[in-house]
């Protein structure tokens, strides 16, 4: 009995959908975890995206005790560099390091 198998740009392609899941599911991890962050310290989502350039500044006026700050402040860098990262697609596109920040 014979079995069909994808041919190697299926999966590829079948590869690259999988692999995106991760950085989405962890970005959602992180900012579930800033939004409660803010409910423990009475600051509820007062608006519908708080991960916007606006937003954010709102998010900093926020007063947070340490060390939960310093979380929030880097997730969000967490979640910068994961947007980054679905952005740019197959990084083998790029030379180098330098290309691909540049």
Do not use: Q, Y
């Not at 392609?13 to 800033?34: D, M, Y």
Request: with cysteine; aromatic share 6%; proline share 9%.
């Amino acid at each position: 009995m014979a079995i069909w198998l994808p041919d190697p740009t299926v999966r590829r392609e079948r590869e690259l959908a999988r692999f995106r899941l991760h950085p989405v599911g962890h970005r959602t991890a992180l900012k579930n975890r800033i939004h409660a962050t803010l409910i423990t310290f009475g600051h509820p989502c007062p608006v519908s995206d708080l991960f916007g350039h606006a937003d954010r500044e709102l998010l900093d006026r926020f007063e947070i005790p340490e060390p939960w700050r310093r979380n929030v402040d880097v997730s969000l860098g967490l979640i910068d560099d994961l947007e980054l990262a679905e952005e740019i697609g197959d990084v083998t596109r790029f030379p180098s390091p330098a290309k691909l920040r540049g």
